[in-house]
């Protein structure tokens, strides 16, 4: 098991300029597949090529005036990365938008960011989503050049209006719990607090090569997946169309000489489902696997470390934050704690608060609180603002507890939290009961009216292929594991969850989607 570098670097970058290093060793390896072929590599940029690509473009965007937002509409790939590295380097501000968004959503997200223009892949249909909310809003569309690497000369000068530390460098929304997202501004001082912090989190260095699977217009894969990466000299590895398959995983894992990855719970449950199937032989040799965006079960963390002999460090972030604010340590550094999201690095300040605002003792429940440079100065709406702080430190929203060295357990989010008849329940560790029972692939609760306690507690359930069981087997299983009064009501058995588009389970979403089809009569 290899899981430390004795030689990494922690960048020293004051910009996303700046970022991006002089060096011949491969930044970027890009992926394609024919159908039902193995994957190959379609493309292969050094660190060097890449940042003379990027300032080619970046010359190309200084038409569009200083300190304009300008959207990245792109699955993960080359032209994404330039086109966002480019946006950056020049004084402008990144706003990447889901590809799957719809022509309503567009229109909101480019209107609320204040967009100017919006770069998209060559070739986009007229009538696509995003032509047509540009078109309404009256922005320009750019298609960004298909033959870039043959356009851009080896050497290129840097581009004009050098970006200062304070420079809104990415503006992305929250997903929240309120019907309408809320805009966050981040500076380039924010996103390079961040990729120190993870950089030094993880001991990156340049031999490190990890396999890309989250989506770059969500901060995980844009902070922990590419720029840390990048600012460290190490490659990034994007696989065929820029999104997970399972099928493609291992493939250009072991093509491409990658040695860790990041994702969600999700996706490390579908690759740990498929492991036998699909894991190859010699099996990788894995620095280590980072798991963020969501809880993981225990159980799938176990499993996990067994399957793939490495460890799975559980960390925890936010949008408002540039991404990390905790996690847990490499074994060389300190221990690591399975069921808790570990410690602050670098510049991040935490501690837990309770309703008044006041910090509560170790062990205690209450609300997350941070600070640090790498924490946004505030949301575009200053209403979302009047109740975002306490003071200088920002609220997350996120209930748990920090034991006596300084590591944080999560309890669930304020506003999940089940309050059957004034017990307070916390869904994460219904949903750990639930994952613990041998026939239990997902599980997620959730919070239902009752007339006679106010809520109650209900959970989907995802069964393992081939297994059987139903409500009742479960249900005499978690009388061993939780209270009486934190066993769901009702269990919805079924073949898939709601998901968000970076992969994560939201419960709301669970919640409304199983209810509203009992609401209508419908069986789940």
């Known amino acids: 098991m290899v899981t430390d570098n004795d030689k990494y670097m922690v960048p020293t970058a004051n910009n996303l300029r700046e970022l991006l290093p002089v060096s011949d060793r491969p930044a970027l390896i890009c992926f394609s597949a024919a159908t039902d072929a193995s994957p190959t590599i379609s493309n292969e940029l050094s660190h060097t090529r890449l940042r003379n690509l990027v300032f080619h473009y970046a010359a190309q965007l200084t038409k569009i005036p200083p300190r304009s937002a300008i959207a990245v509409v792109m699955p993960n790939g080359l032209p994404f990365v330039v086109s ?9 501000t990144a706003a990447p938008l889901n590809p799957g968004y719809t022509a309503e959503e567009f229109e909101f997200y480019i209107r609320d960011a204040n967009v100017k223009a ?14 047509k909310a540009c078109s309404a809003v009256q922005i320009p569309v750019l298609e960004f050049p298909s033959d870039i690497t043959g356009l851009a000369p080896e050497s290129v000068p840097e581009p004009p209006d050098e970006p200062t530390p304070e420079t809104t460098a990415l503006f992305l ?47 995980h894969g844009l902070m922990a997946g590419l720029l840390t990466p990048l600012a460290t000299g190490g490659a990034v590895l994007i696989p065929p169309e820029g999104r997970f398959s399972a099928s493609f995983f291992w493939p250009c894992f072991t093509a491409g000489s990658a040695n860790w990855y990041t994702a969600v719970p999700t996706i490390h449950q579908i690759l740990l489902a498929r492991a036998d199937k699909d894991c190859p032989t010699p099996l990788p040799k894995l620095r280590y696997i980072r798991s963020c965006s969501a809880s ?9 470390e067994k399957k793939f002999e490495t460890v799975v460090l559980e960390a925890y972030a936010m949008t ?69 702080f306490f003071g200088e430190w920002f609220r997350t929203g996120d209930q748990g507890k920090l034991d006596d060295e300084g590591y944080l357990t999560l309890t669930g989010r304020i506003k999940e939290l089940v309050n059957r008849g004034g017990e307070k329940i ?34 989907a359930v995802i069964l393992k292929n081939g297994m059987k069981a139903d409500d009742k087997d479960i249900i005499e299983f978690l009388k061993d594991k939780i209270a009486p009064f934190k066993i769901p009501k009702r269990l919805f058995f079924s073949d898939d969850l709601p998901r968000t588009a970076t992969g994560k389970i939201q419960r709301r979403f669970v919640a409304k989607h199983f209810v509203d089809k009992v609401n209508a009569g419908v069986q789940p």
């Open 84 to 92: 966002f590295l480019a946006i950056t380097s020049v004084s402008r």
């Open 118 to 131: 919006a770069i998209i892949q060559s070739g986009t249909d007229p009538d696509s989503p995003i032509r």
């Open 173 to 219: 929304h929250t997903s929240g719990t309120t019907s309408r997202p809320k805009g966050v501004p981040l500076s380039h001082s924010n996103l390079m607090s961040t990729v120190r912090n993870v950089s030094a989190t993880y001991r990156m260095a340049t031999t490190d090569r990890g396999l890309l699977v989250m989506p770059l217009f969500h901060v």
């Open 296 to 304: 993981l079960a225990p159980a799938v963390l176990d499993g996990l």
């Open 320 to 388: 408002e934050a540039a991404h990390q604010m905790t996690s847990n340590p490499l074994p060389a550094v300190g221990p690591r704690k399975p069921g808790s999201v570990g410690i602050p690095h670098g510049c991040v300040s935490l501690c837990v608060m309770s309703e008044s605002g006041i910090e509560v003792k170790c062990g205690e429940v209450g609300e997350v609180c941070i600070k640090g440079e790498n924490v946004m100065k505030g949301y575009t709406s200053e209403s979302a603002n009047e109740t975002a």
């Open 426 to 459: 916390s869904p994460i560790e219904v949903d750990g009961a639930l994952l613990a029972h041998p026939a239990v692939e997902q599980a997620v609760c959730f919070a239902v009216p009752d007339e006679k306690y106010g809520e109650e507690v209900n959970a």
